[in-house]
Every structure is written in structure tokens, then in C-alpha cells.
């Protein structure tokens, strides 16, 4: 069995770490994690020490690091394939990918005007024309992948897959800006913040010492 070691960035503001560190929690895998504070003189240094993108997340396994959370999330699919992580049906799994990777490398209005801040409410904020669009099209591909793969459970492709973890903290911004969203967007929205997983999450988020100034 391998050591691993997920660096993760602060539970309350990391969006990127949290999508592994859910990948691996699904999958039952046993981990070690570091948490790596952001916004710190030493942070740079001390995330180059581990990572060599000096960006987090990122996974030591044993003497290899992967970085990337979805490149994390692709390898913790292949050690737990009984898992699910990816839908077993060619077509989901790979609208699955689309979805996942489309969020990996976009909505960036979302992004810069919503930061994921998971304990605090800020209904109202950061809502701008560019942001109305990256919702607009995140709930239509919701809805999509739901109205034709969902039909075993909650989440995107009916069980909790990577789609999900690559969603999840889009899911913690929408409940911390509350923009107005369709019944539909809100009920996949509460099955989200009702994993145990995602619990597990919020619950250390507010445990922790650190506060940015977002807003
Ligand atoms: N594409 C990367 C992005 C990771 C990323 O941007 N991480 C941010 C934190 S959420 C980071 O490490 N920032 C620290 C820095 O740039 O100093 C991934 O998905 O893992």
C-alpha cells in the first residue's frame, strides 16, 4: 500500500483542493493531509517544496507527486475502480469528462467574483453580466447531465462522481452568494451540501483560524 500525502490549501478558501480531497474520501482511500496556509509570506516556498507547479492541491504518492486536481481525481478513479468515481456508461462517463473539464478550464467570471469563502453568506455579491452567464450555462449542463444520466441518484450522473467533485465548490459559492437559481440547480445544490463528505469539509472550514478579506 502507498503512502499518501494530499498538500491541500485552507479548507474555507481552497475551491481546487477540495475536488481530490472528495475523490479520495468517495473512494475510502486512507490519506495523510497537509494543509499548506495561502496568502502567507512563505507560502510560494513552502508550496514548491512539495509541488513543483507551486500550486495546490497536490498528491504525494509514496515518491511521486501528482499535481493537478483533476489529474488527481483521474488517478484516484483508477486505484478504486469499484468506486465509480467515472459512470460505467461510455456516453455519461464521457459527458462526465465534458463537463468536468469545461469546469477545469473555465467560468472564470464565476470564479473571480464568486471566491469560494464556504462559512460565510454574502447573498447578492459578485453577480455581474459575465457571471449570469457562466451560471446560466453551469445549471443548463446540470440539468442536462441530470435529465439524461441522473436517474440512479442526487448528483450529476446519478451517482457521486468526479463531475461532482469538480462542481463542489461552485455548489459551496452558490450558497454562499445565493444567486436566484432554478428548483432543479437548488435541489442538486442540497444533496451536495448534504454528503458526508462535503460535511465533513464545512465543518473543518469553520474550524479554521484564517480570514481573507474577499469582500
Ligand atoms: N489547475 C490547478 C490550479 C491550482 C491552483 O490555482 N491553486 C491555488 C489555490 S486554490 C494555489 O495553489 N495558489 C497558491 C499560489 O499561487 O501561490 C489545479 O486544478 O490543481
Redesign the pocket.
Known sequence: VAALTLFI?NKN?????L?PWLALKVAGIAFEEALIP?REPT??QD?LRHSP?????ALKVDDTII????AICEWVAEQAPDAGLWPADPMARAVARSLSSEM?SGFVALRQNMPMDVRERFPGQGLTTDVQADINRITAAWRDARGRFGSEGPFLFGKFSIADCMYAPVVFRFQTYQPDLSEDAQAYIAAMVDHPAMKEWTDAAKREPWFFENK
Open positions: 490549501g478558501y481552497s475551491s481546487w483542493s475536488r495561502l507560502t510560494k508550496i507547479s507551486g500550486k495546490l492541491p499535481w493537478d486536481s483533476l477545469h
